[in-house]
């Protein structure tokens, strides 16, 4: 006959199980930590709402959503402190890795300039017969010299932490880009402001 304590004992243990696989299920899903060079935030730490956008410089989708979606996101929800935003690194190719490379070479004060730049003229530098002068020629003109520019790219700590960020964002099921992470809610493709307000608005309002 079943008595009082081995009940409890039983709920215990499913309660405990319960957490246990409440715990997993948050571990699977949890997004990996910045990479060895730290993400470049904009927007305030305690922010109610979290957005980190995972992006290859070589994505026309990613350039299409800098273009169009990220000044009205940054005009209406960063500059006016109510969320905040990272960019990520998951490069496609070995073009895109070395954009991100260039965008992290002289520091996080010049990550945003950098990559705002790739990505306004990611036609004329990522999809033509000389990629890497076309590239040469663009970073120039935010300061760059041609030695400083193949410096860059032989830099194998900033490749390596690069690389890092990407194997990070593939295991949280990154697989495509754009990808972003809205406080740990996956909404993938180059969205629209429109879109956004409807992920964001329920998060602030809360």
Same mark, same amino acid.
């Given at each position: ?7 409890l004992?039983?709920a &215990? #243990?499913?309660a ?10 948050r571990a699977?899903t949890k997004?990996p930590?910045?990479?060895?060079l730290g993400d470049v ?6 922010a109610k ?5 995972y992006?290859s %410089? ?9 273009e ?5 996101l ?6 006016? #402190? ?6 990520r690194?998951?490069p496609?190719?070995p073009?895109a %890795?070395?954009?991100? %490379?260039?965008a ?8 945003y300039? %950098? ?9 004329n530098w ?8 076309a590239l040469?020629?663009?970073v120039?003109q935010a300061?760059?010299t041609?030695e400083?520019?193949e &410096?860059?790219?032989?830099?194998q700590?900033?490749?390596d932490a690069i690389?890092?960020v990407k194997?990070?964002?593939a295991? &949280?099921?990154?697989d495509?880009?754009?990808t972003?992470f809205v406080?740990?809610q ?12 409807k992920?964001l608005e329920?998060l602030l &309002?809360?």
């Open positions: 006959m079943t008595n009082r304590r081995q009940l004992t039983g &215990a #243990g499913i405990a199980a319960a957490l246990i696989g409440t715990s997993a299920a699977q997004l930590d910045a990479g060895p935030w904009l927007g305030p730490a305690d709402v979290t957005v980190i956008e992006a %410089m070589t994505c026309s989708h990613c350039a299409h959503f800098h169009t979606t990220w000044p009205e940054k005009k209406k929800y960063i500059d006016t #402190g109510k969320i905040r935003f990272t960019l690194e998951f496609l190719d073009l %890795m070395a954009g991100f %490379m260039l992290r070479c002289n520091g996080n004060d010049k990550y300039p %950098m990559t705002d730049l790739l990505f306004a003229q990611q036609k990522a999809f033509v017969d000389k990629p890497v002068d040469s020629t663009l120039k300061g760059f041609q400083s520019f &410096a860059c790219l032989k830099r700590d900033i490749y690389t890092q194997d990070g964002g295991k &949280a099921g990154v495509a880009t754009p972003f406080n740990g996956k909404v993938s493709g180059a969205v629209s402001i429109a879109e956004f307000d992920v329920p &309002a809360k």
